[in-house]
């Protein structure tokens, strides 16, 4: 009988996608034979401890995409070979017996073979150079693609996995080698020890010409990382990583790291950017192996904050497991936020909680969209499961931790943590486990207060307007759900805001923190005498967005410097935020970056790049050349001088702040305002660059790139694409691959397309062209031509994760012509993964649209000011 006739749980729609409880497996003895470099196929044979809790006929378990032999078990002293009923439409095979297997304990066999896979999930094939790989990546669901198994994460078991290939081949898993076997014809056996309780999304395997670092350790603990060969240079910048951030978490959980070993292997091809295998990590290179010597800063922060997310993993969410992925979001929620608290901790000096700003205002307009989903989302399937990984399970879901956190207080959130993670250690756990232990922890009852959260989607506005009464001033806080696009009917939905004001005097620079829990929709509290400014988000510590009226917002333009960083940068998003849901003027956005042109932190200008990015793009071209020309006259006002004092070379000791500020400034001023000076100054180092790329300060690599391809001519694109075969270093590889897709000549931007129908571009990089080129505004056109027309073969190099980022990419085309195409075509072409993706980009086509229609007109006449008043 299938899951849905026997008792299996069922999805709400009914679909009956999960398997049945009462048949729980307890170990898989796993054995692969595979060698990538002789052949793309491998066969196997998986061996299953059953628990039957009741009689049966039937047992049935995932597989897709495999061919499944011979089928046994044995049980209760008999044995019997099973007949294989294919279920292709659940991703399952059934094994009927000739007869009913007993209650009790069973061992299922099955022999099965496949194809190594090209799409990057399951047991797929990579190259590097001329060595070819068999690597794992199995999450959500496609464990199943790799081997018969019961692919939920429910079902934890033990692995012992064993791998025959050849001789020259490392083969890295879960655990340690238990023993190597050789055999005949310069082949072997490699088996490894058995693994803890894991979910079958975590299993790993790589098997191919890796080389490893040297062993560091901490503590017990021995870390390595694996790579292609060549690039032991680069590994020992993620050693450190991994040892200071790995015995932080320690001491976070005050629990040892639960695995017997920790590899870090740099797949040279893989969908997601890294992840959490229990003893064995995969990364993408370029967040795993980097060059101190011509590595940008931000990278080096990446690097640091993936390895971290992934280790934190390995007690949230490998340790202790979601039930199922409906509770995804607890896994990467808590991942993220770990990862900044932890990094922070070890660099304070990197400002890591401004990177995690940047990742709140990206999933707060993400949020304000009507196709948004709350955290917590009943998934039916593993379509469903993939398409949520996204900003809001991961940025989202962080900022309401740290809201958490902060409202409990960092040691009762860090004991009810602890408790949690022993209670459940090596078992499932759901969302209510874990407000339970910071429940008992703290002496609140944490339910009531996440689950707004949590459950509804979005998040609110809250208007913050200074009142008089009764002689006294007081702020009025109301709270209304924010949209993207106003709605015509307000809604209901109230969230409790933990709100944290900051408020500057008029004396001085005396600054103080107002506290207060927003419980209905509108609330009034006392002010102090002599308040001059209130910021609604101090420390952007709320997950929502304050909304200052027209005085307040002046009085917070007059007071920047007395604003953290942090709170100019949301101030930035926020206010351009309004503009796009027209509850402000864009000229009040304009105000606020005019005051910005001395701003010298560079998070902040970074901050800037994407409004301003937006208005050179959409709404200035929408009023005019005249109207593009005076907006890039006016940002070479406010920020050239910044230029002109940094230079191009960096001092000897010159602080990571000023290098970050020097770039953020040159991507404003080149590839916005397009200033000729700096376009020509990026042109003139660029060819040196390429044959010594430490000739150039390494975080201004990225710019110099883009802008020289932009003038470049074929000669240069060729320079690129021969470049790119020796790179260095994966960052640098890949900042010459995304500069392909800068160019502006017609052939060139042929050229570039036609290349990720090759393999010149890996899998993983596909996208990351198709997607640069959509947002070229000389190429997009052409892009989205390419696109439909090469779709049968771009579709096999589009994982389902990737695929998704596609779509995202489509609104750059902006109008209502390309709207239609996009969603006529990805209808006859359909995505499963990315269903919500297509809703939020449609949507997006109309906002971009009705912003470029109402915000014209105020930038021009703002403009036309700024040019009278420099003119008087």
Request: hydrophobic content about 45%.
């Amino acid at each position: 009988m299938t899951a849905g006739d026997t008792g299996g749980r069922k999805s709400a729609s009914g679909a009956g996608h999960r398997l049945a409880t009462d048949c729980v497996p307890i170990e898989y003895d796993l054995h692969v034979d595979v060698d990538p470099q002789a052949g793309d196929g491998y066969a196997g044979e998986v061996t299953i401890a059953l628990r039957l809790d009741r009689a049966r006929r039937s047992i049935e378990l995932h597989a897709a995409d495999l061919a499944i032999g011979e089928a046994h078990i044995e049980a209760g002293g008999t044995a019997a070979q099973g007949r294989v009923r294919f279920r292709p439409a659940r991703e399952t095979v059934e094994i009927v017996f000739p007869h009913a297997i007993g209650s009790g304990t069973a061992r299922l066999r099955l022999s099965f073979s496949a194809k190594l896979r090209e799409d990057l999930r399951g047991l797929y094939r990579a190259s590097s150079a001329e060595h070819r790989y068999a690597l794992t990546q199995l999450e959500a669901a496609d464990a199943r693609r790799f081997f018969p198994c019961f692919d939920e994460p429910s079902f934890k078991a033990r692995f012992r996995v064993s791998v025959t290939t050849s001789a020259v081949n490392a083969v890295v898993g879960n655990s340690p080698i238990e023993r190597e076997e050789a055999l005949k014809g310069g082949r072997k056996t490699v088996r490894l020890l058995p693994t803890p309780p894991l979910s079958t999304y975590l299993v790993a395997l790589a098997v191919g010409p890796l080389e490893s670092s040297a062993p560091v350790r901490c503590g017990k603990t021995s870390i390595r990382v694996w790579h292609v060969p060549g690039k032991g240079a680069l590994t020992a910048f993620a050693l450190e990583a991994a040892r200071e951030t790995l015995a932080r978490l320690e001491r976070y959980f005050d629990l040892p790291y639960p695995y017997a070993k920790l590899d870090l292997v740099a797949a040279p091809d893989f969908e997601a950017g890294a992840m959490e295998n229990a003893g064995a990590v995969f990364f993408r290179e370029t967040l795993l192996l980097v060059d101190p010597a011509t590595v940008t800063l931000n990278e080096r922060k990446r690097v640091a904050e993936v390895i971290c997310h992934e280790l934190a993993h390995m007690w949230y969410g490998d340790l202790v497991t979601m039930a199922w992925w409906d509770d995804l979001w607890l896994n990467e929620a808590f991942a993220t936020w770990m990862a900044y608290q932890i990094v922070d901790d070890w660099k304070p000096e990197w400002k890591m909680w401004h990177g995690f700003e940047q990742g709140r205002s990206a999933a707060l307009s993400l949020d304000a969209l009507a196709s948004t989903h709350p955290i917590y989302t009943e998934v039916r399937s593993p379509a469903e499961a993939t398409a949520n990984f996204d900003l809001i399970t991961y940025e989202k879901g962080a900022a309401v931790v740290r809201m958490i956190e902060r409202y409990l207080g960092p040691k009762a959130f860090r004991t009810g943590v602890r408790a949690y993670i022993r209670k459940h250690r090596e078992a499932n756990a759901v969302a209510a486990d874990l407000w339970n232990a910071l429940s008992k922890a703290s002496g609140e009852n944490v339910e009531p207060i996440v689950r707004a959260w949590i459950e509804q989607p979005g998040f609110p506005c809250l208007s913050v307007r200074p009142v008089t009464r009764g002689g006294r001033t007081m702020l009025e806080l109301r709270q209304q759900r924010f949209r993207a696009r106003p709605a015509k009917v307000a809604d209901r939905m109230r969230w409790p805001v933990p709100v944290v004001a900051r408020v500057g005097s008029a004396r001085g620079a005396s600054v103080r923190v107002q506290r207060h829990l927003l419980v209905r929709t509108a609330q009034t509290i006392a002010l102090p005498d002599g308040a001059r400014f209130v910021y609604g988000n101090a420390d952007e510590g709320g997950f929502f967005r304050p909304l200052h009226d027209t005085e307040g917002l002046r009085a917070l333009v007059a007071s920047l410097p007395r604003l953290s960083p942090i709170e100019r940068m949301g101030l930035v998003s926020h206010q351009w935020a309004h503009v796009r849901a027209h509850l402000a003027p864009i000229e009040s956005l304009l105000e606020v970056v005019d005051a910005l042109g001395t701003e010298s932190e560079p998070d902040v200008l970074q901050a800037l790049r994407a409004p301003l990015a937006f208005l050179a793009d959409q709404i200035a071209p929408a009023a005019g050349a005249a109207v593009l020309a005076r907006l890039r006259g006016w940002l070479v006002d406010r920020f050239g001088h910044q230029m002109e004092t940094l230079g191009w070379e960096a001092a000897r000791q010159e602080s990571g702040d000023t290098r970050l500020r020097r770039a953020a400034v040159l991507a404003i001023l080149g590839e916005i305002a397009e200033w000729e000076p700096v376009v020509e100054e990026a042109d003139r180092r660029f060819p040196r660059w390429l044959s010594r790329p430490a000739s150039l300060e390494p975080n201004l690599a990225d710019g110099v790139a883009t802008l020289a391809a932009r003038t470049g001519d074929a000669e240069r694109f060729d320079a690129i694409f021969t470049a790119m075969g020796r790179a260095a270093t994966p960052q640098e590889r890949r900042r010459l691959l995304l500069s392909l897709a800068e160019f502006r000549d017609r052939e060139l931007v042929d050229r570039a397309l036609a290349l990720t129908l090759t393999d010149a571009i890996q899998t993983q990089d596909v996208v990351l062209v198709l997607a640069r080129a959509l947002a070229n505004r000389d190429a997009r056109e052409r892009a989205w031509a390419f696109v439909k027309r090469r779709w049968p073969a771009l579709r096999r190099r589009l994982p389902p994760m990737l695929a998704t980022r596609l779509v995202e990419a489509t609104p750059s085309l902006q109008t209502k012509e390309y709207r239609r195409d996009v969603a006529a075509f990805f209808k006859a072409n359909p995505l499963p993964t990315a269903k919500r993706a297509l809703a939020q980009a449609l949507e997006r086509f109309d906002l971009n649209a009705a912003l470029r229609h109402s915000a014209a007109p105020g930038l021009t006449h703002w403009l036309e000011g700024v040019n009278a008043r420099a003119g008087g």
